[in-house]
């Protein structure tokens, strides 16, 4: 992990946001003393277009609107 200053956040802000968001992570120091860290936040996504609950969803209108317990799980879980 990269050690970055204060001074050098004041001065490269947005470099480092630009690089936060690509995944990396730094250890933060002010006055020569290691005071934290700096992550890139979690990512809330939520659903994507390629998660299996869209499939469900498509195959319960395919069906008028029901799915078995076992159909649901099989298009989830592909059993």
Request: hydrophobic content about 35%.
């Amino acid at each position: 992990m990269e050690t970055i200053t204060m001074l050098e956040i004041r001065r490269n802000a947005k470099r480092l946001v630009e690089r936060l968001e690509q995944g990396e992570s730094f250890r933060l120091t002010y006055r020569n003393r290691a005071v934290g860290e700096v992550h890139p936040a979690a990512r809330s996504g939520g659903v994507t277009p390629d998660d299996p609950i869209y499939a469900v969803f498509d195959e319960a209108e395919d069906l008028g609107g029901g799915l078995s317990t076992e159909s649901a799980d099989a298009l989830i879980y592909g059993s």
